[in-house]
């Protein structure tokens, strides 16, 4: 395995949390996908979900050296959990054509949290 590229990001989710619901939707439309919009709805906390897939998916589009720019945006990540919790990253669109152009093949990420903050980790391999 060589590594193609790393990202990190932290996030206080105070900063959701404290927003007006309607900015917070908005917000929320934004950086997730249908799929993990839905789940967001439904969540017991949604800020802190809402926080954690902004704060992973701004770590792995640093990790695909692009930042959310150049074509890339958050709705090309998916951040879903294994059957026992691992988060794991699902990319398609220009962010998976960036991601092949590196020869990437593998992503590993790692989210925390304590308290209101959020820390993401994040590393592209091959």
């Not at 590229?5 to 997730?32: F, H, Q, Y």
């Not at 809402?50 to 958050?74: M, N, Y």
């Amino acid at each position: 395995m060589s590594v193609v590229g790393i990202g990190t990001d932290i996030l206080d989710s105070s900063r959701i949390a404290n927003m007006k619901p309607a900015v917070r939707e908005k917000l929320a439309k934004r950086v997730l996908t249908p799929n993990e919009l839905e789940r967001y709805h439904e969540h017991t906390f949604p800020s802190q979900y809402l926080a954690k897939r902004w704060a992973a998916k701004e770590a792995a589009s640093k990790a695909l050296q692009t930042g959310i720019a150049k074509g890339v945006s958050f709705q090309h990540f998916e951040i879903n959990n294994t059957d026992t919790g691992a988060p794991i990253i699902d990319i398609t669109g220009v962010a998976l054509e960036k991601a092949q152009a590196l020869g990437a093949t593998s992503w590993h990420i790692s989210l925390a949290d304590d308290n209101a903050l959020i820390s993401a980790f994040v590393v592209l391999s091959r």
